[in-house]
């Protein structure tokens, strides 16, 4: 018997068929906030429709969504959710904390397929109980004036922040390190930058001089 074979998977794409292609993808890029990765054929007998790294082929077809489901794991459940409500969306439940770390609520698209939408909640898990103690931390101004306005863009203290920031670098993933941030948060983020004037990059604490 020979070994199981280490194999990397580069991307996953799920395919459903849909009755209309044009249908579908205006559904998924207005409705649910997907945005169109691609059409093939002419007409279109195919289509993409991507939501950050995922994507699903829509295949022109007979619709048959008994027994699939498909999860996204996204950035900010409660935003896409009031998203796809607003739009008119059929939503099956509101979003909600699940034991297994997610918030989720699940949504059906105009052919019945069911998607569920989830993001990670950093609080699941039992306690951890610590003892804090005080540090004495000089920062760059401008660099604690974003760490003020980012904690509160996030709900946090600064400590907790600051913790949440410092334990994700400790970490490698991959050839770097695992951020605590989302895509959002990331753009958000330059948005502070520049906001407080930071014209620096991620290596110029080394040149740092206090006048």
Known sequence: MTDTPKIECEQHHTGIAVSDIEAAVEFYTTKLGFWLGFKWGTPPTMAGVNLGHAQIFLELGTPNPKGCEMYFVVGDADELYEFQRSNGVEMMCAPEDRSYGLRDYGVRDL????????????????????????????????????????????????DSCLEEILLHTNEPLGDGVASPHTKRQLDYIQELKRKHGIDYDSHGSYRFVEE
């Open 111 to 158: 052919y019945g397929y069911q998607l569920n939408f989830g993001h990670r909640l950093p609080e699941c898990g039992p306690p951890i109980k610590i003892e804090r103690v005080d540090v004495n931390v000089r920062l760059e101004k401008r660099l604690a004036a974003l760490l003020r306005d980012l904690a509160a863009y996030k709900h946090m203290s600064i």
